[in-house]
Every structure is written in C-alpha cells, then in structure tokens.
C-alpha cells in the first residue's frame, strides 16, 4: 500500500468540512479503491475491490446505515 500512498490522488467527501477529520478515498487503475484516515496520512489504509466498494456505496445511499 506504501506505493499506492505515495502518487495516488486521495479525496475527501464534497460533504466534509475542509479542515475537518474524515475519511479519504482513491480509486486505483486496477479498479479497487482506497479508503484511509485523514488524520493519518501516511498511516494505514483498506482496500476494497471495487464492487464491494460500489456495493457498500449502494447500501449507503439506500439508508441501510440510517440510525
């Protein structure tokens, strides 16, 4: 992952604050996606493959994470 860290264009949500503490993501070429602390930068990171990703996309935006 240390060579995915160091070129990859990591983003934040367009909901987040642009100070604040969240997660940030990357999609890579080979399709899978990265998703790290932003606090933690240079820390570790998961990586999903992309349809479990766009899965658990699906299930958030469906509200299955709703309180």
């Not at 070129?7 to 503490?21: L, M, Q, T």
Request: hydrophobic residues 40%; charged residues 25%; contains cysteine.
């Amino acid at each position: 992952m240390s060579d995915v860290r160091a070129g990859a264009a990591w983003f934040k949500s367009s909901y987040s604050r642009p100070n604040s503490d969240c997660v940030e993501a990357v999609h890579l070429s080979n399709g899978a996606v990265g998703v790290r602390d932003s606090k933690n930068p240079a820390g570790p990171a998961l990586l999903f493959e992309g349809a479990a990703w766009d899965e658990f996309l699906a299930d958030v935006r469906g509200g299955a994470f709703d309180r």
